[in-house]
């Protein structure tokens, strides 16, 4: 069986992205007053149906002081894990502030990343840059920076 064709999701780190997921992937899109033939059980069934498989539902483009925390947060909103690999998806740093899609740094996940069912994943943007050097600090210490409070399972965090 050939290999899926490969699919990037841009994360730009921005607050500029985050405005328009929640503007066309997070909040509904504007529908017509239903029939009154159509049970409310098969319009919530058409409602879920059109969701995406993949929500970005955070983005921390960039802390104050130190970036060697920045993350967006991956939730499925499907019934089935999601293999990222075999769905050929993968995802970018985009650079917002030019339409020269040359410049976007694909971020590399681990082979065989998937998110289950449900399950919402933090992706760690990881990298070395002038002062910044992200695998300079664990995952604990990620999870120290953020949520010291919320146990280690509470969240699971792969590095991008």
Do not use: K
């Amino acid at each position: 069986m050939p290999a899926p064709a490969r699919r990037r999701l841009p994360i730009a780190l921005s607050a500029t992205l985050l405005s328009a997921l929640t503007a066309g992937l997070l909040a509904p899109a504007a529908h017509a007053a239903p029939a009154a033939a159509v049970s409310e059980a098969a319009q919530a069934a058409a409602v879920v149906s059109t969701a995406p498989a993949l929500v970005v539902t955070e983005i921390l483009p960039d802390t104050v002081g130190v970036d060697d925390y920045e993350y967006f947060e991956v939730h499925n909103t499907t019934q089935a894990a999601i293999d990222l690999d075999a769905e050929g998806i993968t995802f970018a740093y985009t650079y917002v502030d030019t339409s020269d899609r040359a410049r976007d740094v694909t971020l590399a996940t681990p082979a065989s990343t998937r998110i289950d069912a449900g399950e919402t994943v933090v992706f760690w943007v990881s990298y070395q840059s002038g002062s910044v050097d992200s695998f300079a600090h664990t995952v604990d210490d990620f999870r120290a920076h953020f949520a010291a409070d919320e146990p280690a399972d509470a969240y699971r965090v792969v590095r991008a």
